[in-house]
């Protein structure tokens, strides 16, 4: 029913910066949330950062003051901004969305690989 498709991943040095973009397609209509999570080898997927209908954002302590979430309603995309980055970093980045709670989205993206080299 949505289709979210994510860019924006690439290789950067520790200290630099990434924006990652995820464009949604399809019956957007009721989605309560967008957000975005990750998933590093060998590590369970976490929740990164999240956005409600609203514009009430929430970040993983990990990533707080460093990274950004934001919505362009326009163009159903939804972006992450990521400053300052740190290797730690390294993983999968994945868009999901919401209808009802953010803990269980129904709807993922492929993903996009970040890797922060030190």
């Known amino acids: 029913q949505v289709q979210l498709v994510e860019s924006g991943g690439g290789l950067v040095q520790a200290g630099g910066s990434l924006r990652l973009s995820c464009a949604a397609s399809g019956i957007i209509f009721g989605v309560k949330a967008m957000a975005w999570y990750r998933q590093a080898p060998g590590r369970q997927r976490e929740l990164v950062a999240t956005?409600?209908?609203?514009?009430?954002?929430n970040y993983a302590d990990s990533v707080k003051g460093r990274f950004t979430i934001s919505r362009d309603n326009s163009k159903n995309t939804v972006y992450l901004q990521m400053i300052s980055l740190k290797p730690e970093d390294t993983a999968v980045y994945y868009c999901a969305a919401a209808r009802r709670t953010v803990s269980v989205p129904e709807y993922w993206g492929q993903g996009t690989q970040v890797t922060v080299s030190s």
């Open positions: 956005i409600g209908s609203g514009g009430t954002r």
